[in-house]
């Protein structure tokens, strides 16, 4: 096999650019990659049936498209406008002779998040993984100036949401399962533009941890992902200032932005078995930047 050098795998240089939120990776210039030209499975999650949020872009489409290529069975939520870049992932997805549900719902309402996961269980016909990926992030430079509506929203989506859907989840979940939530080294270090963000992301990280010794009797095992620097709609969309999107990633010890294909194993390996003594644990995917 051809050795890759990691510096030099993606290009360093993104582009300016702006979307109104949450956006769309048809959207994007350059393209990120989702692995939909190099993730092959090994049935690592074979039958297996899997919830993920905020899979229609970014993250967490790079997720569902390696759980479907590990041979899951996969309910996509996503925001209502996001539809189009559903549908391409669901295709994808159904090219590779998976079951895939869409459930496209905003699950800062609590009816809606403890819905999309009952709706879940039904059409998979049960649930063993629950996947949150969906994320608010709006940079603010002067904490003057963050709405309470902004801090709200990015609450409710971000840690509201989180606590309905997994309090539902595990209504349904058999011991085996695994939850997997998405911090992100704002948890640990903070932008000063992303103070809502930043904080939500320390308590989701928190809640996790507490949750997995709460629930390891059970057999359930709770684990998370935390990005840094990753090419997707959020940052384009008031996740980073526009002027900033040239050279975004490049403070990384790797020298560029991550790609949401490089995030998916990291969310298979935690929902596979193959990670069955690993819980409570958070794996960095950050270009080398140092972490607690
Ligand atoms: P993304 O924009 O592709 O994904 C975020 C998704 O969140 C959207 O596609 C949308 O479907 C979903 N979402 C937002 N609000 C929602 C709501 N109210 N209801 C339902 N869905 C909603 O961007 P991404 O970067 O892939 O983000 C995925 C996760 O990764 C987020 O939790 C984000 O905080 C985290 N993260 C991203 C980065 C990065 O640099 N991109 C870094 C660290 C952590
Ligand atoms: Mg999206």
Redo the contacts with the bound molecule.
């Keep these: 096999m051809t050795l890759i050098n990691p510096v030099t795998q993606y290009p360093s240089n993104t582009e300016e650019q702006s979307q109104p939120a ?2 769309l ?1 048809a959207d994007m210039t350059p393209k990120a990659d989702h692995g939909e030209g190099s993730y092959v499975g090994s049935g690592k999650l074979a039958a297996r049936k899997a919830l993920i ?9 790079a997720t569902a498209i390696a759980f479907a290529r590990e041979g899951a069975d996969v309910a996509l ?3 209502p406008g ?1 539809q189009e ?1 559903a549908d391409d992932v669901a295709k994808i997805i159904g090219e590779d002779g998976r079951k895939v549900v869409q459930l496209p ?4 309402v609590e009816e809606n998040a403890r819905k999309v996961v009952t709706d879940a269980v039904e059409q998979l016909g049960g649930l063993d993984v629950l996947v949150i ?5 709006q940079y603010v430079d002067d904490l003057a100036d963050v709405t309470s509506e902004q801090f709200d929203q990015t609450y409710k ?2 840690v509201y ?1 989180l606590f309905w859907m997994v309090q539902e989840a595990l209504k349904h979940l058999p011991a085996g399962s695994s939850i997997i939530t ?5 948890a640990y270090s903070p932008s000063p533009g992303l103070v809502d ?1 930043a904080s939500t ?1 320390a308590a989701i990280n928190t809640f996790s941890k507490a949750l997995a010794q709460q629930v390891a009797p059970k057999g359930i095992r709770v684990n998370v992902v ?10 384009v ?1 008031g ?1 980073q200032p526009t002027e900033a999107l040239g050279e975004f990633g490049q403070q990384t010890p790797l020298g560029r932005a991550g790609q ?1 294909a490089e995030m998916a194993a990291a969310y298979v390996y935690l929902a596979s078995p193959e990670s069955s003594y690993v819980t409570g644990e958070t794996l960095n995917l950050n270009g080398g930047m140092p972490t607690p």
């Design positions: 949450p956006g990776d949020t905020g899979a229609d872009s970014g993250i967490g489409r939520n996503y925001l996001e870049d719902a905003d699950v800062s990926v969906a994320g608010k992030q989506t971000n949401a998405t911090s992100s080294i704002q963000y992301k935390a990005p840094g620097p990753v090419w997707t709609p959020l940052q969309t996740g949401p």
